[in-house]
């Protein structure tokens, strides 16, 4: 088999595997895998109807051990992607190469990364260390039951990696320009207050919901939650939805309902952040839901960056970016396991129509991971 990152590339993104995969994507990793000597696990978890957050995902996660007592060094991401949607000048899951860029679902987020993370494994010896996949097909769905099953097999087989690079797209304008040290945590809170129903001119047969609802929203949008840190911004409240689903102009609703985002930085944690909101919402009588998708985390810039640095540097030239922006990713899982820091593609075009990625990219991306794992396993 051919190890060279465009024909890997090709061969993942012609598996049609929408969010959560199952299947032949996975059936054409373990294929590249496998004979590089790879030892290679997939499992389902998940076990409600299609459509549901309890729908089957199917995870992988593959290891190749090398002496005992070496460096274990992970490369971590996803094979399913968004649903191609309207308006691709060729089919999202045929791979095309027009001009200089190679085009189809996933190119950049992130089954070309994950393809860049093969060829780079391929011509480093066992003997350098243990290496190790962990690839699941639920990181744009729900996220219940990809990455954190994996960690849960992971500690259960106590094959705790050293370090882990997540290979989302993390570059801006130039491959090479930024990677993500950590990420801010992400809470989403739905909010109700009751009423009583009725007829506008008789306002004292019914309860109107909504100013109690307009005053929780206005001390929230009113809250300054910090300042920010010296590698976060500041946490920000966003109001997301508000509506009382009220067809008629002359009645009262019995209900208003409204929906909340946090961003937000190590200053704080989501358990906290829904209980401030709570007591707000319970103050006016209202109640609120909240779902924390995930806590924030920092990998402080040192040994584990300084190698990823320097590797991009001697590939491009230039010296990368440690950032927290942007939203949420598997890596808020992983940095339970180990430091993990993401590095990948050009983040332009992903999730959008025609999708793309510069093939001469994918070379440059495959030999600086060659230079990570190397580097990682001798430190």
């Not at 011509?123 to 099953?149: K, M, N, Y």
């Amino acid at each position: 088999m051919t190890h060279d990152p465009l024909s890997l590339s090709r061969q993942l993104i012609a598996c049609e595997s929408v969010t959560p995969a199952r299947g032949p994507v996975f059936d054409a990793l373990e294929a590249m895998l496998e004979p590089l000597g790879f030892d290679v696990h997939r499992f389902m978890r998940g076990d409600g109807p299609e459509g549901s957050d309890e729908e089957p995902v199917e995870n992988l996660f593959a290891i190749r051990r090398g002496p005992e007592g070496s460096k274990h060094f992970a490369y971590a991401g996803h094979v399913d992607v968004v649903p191609p949607g309207e308006g691709w000048l060729s089919e999202a899951f045929e791979p095309e190469i027009r001009g200089e860029l190679l085009y189809g679902r996933g190119a950049v987020d992130m089954k070309g990364s994950v393809a860049c993370m093969v060829a780079a494994i391929a011509d480093v010896p066992a003997e350098a260390g243990t290496v190790s996949f962990i690839i699941t097909g639920d990181e744009e769905g729900p996220a219940l039951h990809g990455t954190r099953a994996l960690i849960d097999h992971i500690r259960e087989c106590e094959d705790i990696p050293d370090l882990c690079l997540v290979g989302e797209p993390t570059s801006v304008k130039r491959l090479g320009d930024m990677m993500k040290i950590g990420r801010r945590g992400s809470v989403n809170i739905w909010l109700e207050v009751e009423g009583i129903q009725g007829h506008v001119a008789y306002p004292h047969l019914a309860k109107n919901p909504m100013p109690a609802m307009v005053a929780i929203l206005a001390e929230l949008d009113a809250l300054k939650l910090d300042e920010g840190t010296d590698w976060f911004q500041p946490s920000n409240l966003e109001i997301t939805e508000f509506n009382v689903l009220n067809k008629a102009h002359n009645v009262i609703p019995g209900m208003a309902r409204a929906r909340i985002s946090i961003r937000f930085n190590d200053l704080h944690s989501g358990t906290e952040l829904a209980q401030k909101v709570t007591e707000i919402a319970e103050k006016h009588g209202g109640r609120a839901r909240p779902v924390i998708s995930g806590e924030p985390f920092l990998t402080p810039p040192g040994a584990f960056s300084r190698i990823i640095a320097d590797a991009v540097e001697a590939e491009t030239g230039i010296v990368p970016e440690a950032s927290t922006s942007g939203g949420t990713s598997d890596a808020r899982f992983l940095k339970d396991l180990c430091p993990v820091i993401e590095f990948g593609l050009v983040n332009a075009t992903m999730h959008k129509t025609d999708e793309a990625v510069a093939v001469d990219d994918l070379a440059t991306l495959t030999a600086i991971y060659r230079r990570i794992v190397i580097a990682a396993l001798a430190a």
